[in-house]
C-alpha cells in the first residue's frame, strides 16, 4: 500500500509520450518560431533553433515532465549561444548591443530598447519592398531625398511623404504596444 504524500510535496506529470510530441509540435510550433526570430532576428536561425530544441525534447522524452516550458528554455538557450557565438552583422543589431553594454542604463531600460528593436524589425519585414527600400536607403545608406527618388523613381516629395509616413507608423505600432514614453 503507498502511503499519501504530505501536503507540501508536489507530484509531477507524466513524462510526454512519443505520440503526444506531434501534437505539442503542431500547437507550439509557430509560437516557438516567433519566439526564437524575436531573440535572433532571423527567420532561417528561428527555425533552426526550433527544429533543435524538438529534436533535443525527442531525444530526451523520458525524462522532461514539462515539456512546452523546457521548449520555450532551451530555445532561449539556444539563441542566447547563437546571439553569443557571432558578431553583429544586422544595423539593428549594434544598437542591441549598445543596448547592453551602456553602463548608465538601467537593465529595464535597456530590455525596453531591445524589445523595441525586436518590434520594429518585425515590423519592417512586414512592410512592401519599396518602402523597405526606401528607409533602407535613408537610414543604412544614408542617401538624400533626390538619390532616393532616383533609385526608386518616386519623386522626392513623396519620397520625404512617405519616410514620414512610415516613421508615424512605426512610432504608433510602438506606443500601441507601450514602448515608448
Do not use: C
Not at 13 to 41: I, M, T
Not at 62 to 76: E, F, N
Not at 85 to 109: E, M, T, V
Not at 126 to 148: G, Q, T, V, W
Request: hydrophobic content about 45%.
Amino acid at each position: 500500500m503507498s502511503r499519501p504524500l504530505p501536503p507540501d510535496e508536489k507530484t509531477s506529470p507524466a513524462p510526454a509520450a512519443p505520440q503526444d510530441l506531434a501534437a505539442l509540435f503542431v500547437a507550439e510550433e509557430s509560437a516557438l518560431l516567433r519566439y526564437a526570430h524575436s531573440l535572433v532576428n532571423n527567420r532561417a536561425t528561428a527555425e533552426e533553433l526550433v527544429s533543435e530544441a524538438f529534436l533535443r525534447l525527442h531525444r530526451s522524452t523520458d525524462t522532461i515532465h514539462h515539456p512546452r516550458a523546457w521548449l520555450y528554455r532551451t530555445v532561449r538557450n539556444l539563441a542566447h549561444n547563437h546571439r553569443r557565438d557571432q558578431k553583429p552583422s544586422d544595423p539593428l543589431d549594434a544598437p542591441a548591443a549598445a543596448a547592453l553594454s551602456d553602463p548608465g542604463l538601467l537593465p529595464d531600460a535597456a530590455l525596453e530598447r531591445m524589445e523595441a528593436l525586436g518590434m520594429a524589425r518585425l515590423w519592417l519585414e512586414e512592410l512592401p519592398a519599396e518602402d523597405r527600400m526606401i528607409l533602407r536607403l535613408k537610414f543604412e545608406e544614408e542617401r538624400s531625398y533626390a538619390e532616393i527618388a532616383a533609385a526608386t523613381g518616386f519623386k522626392s516629395g513623396t519620397v520625404g511623404w512617405k519616410l514620414n509616413q512610415l516613421l508615424k507608423r512605426l512610432a504608433d505600432d510602438l506606443a500601441t504596444a507601450g514602448l515608448t514614453r
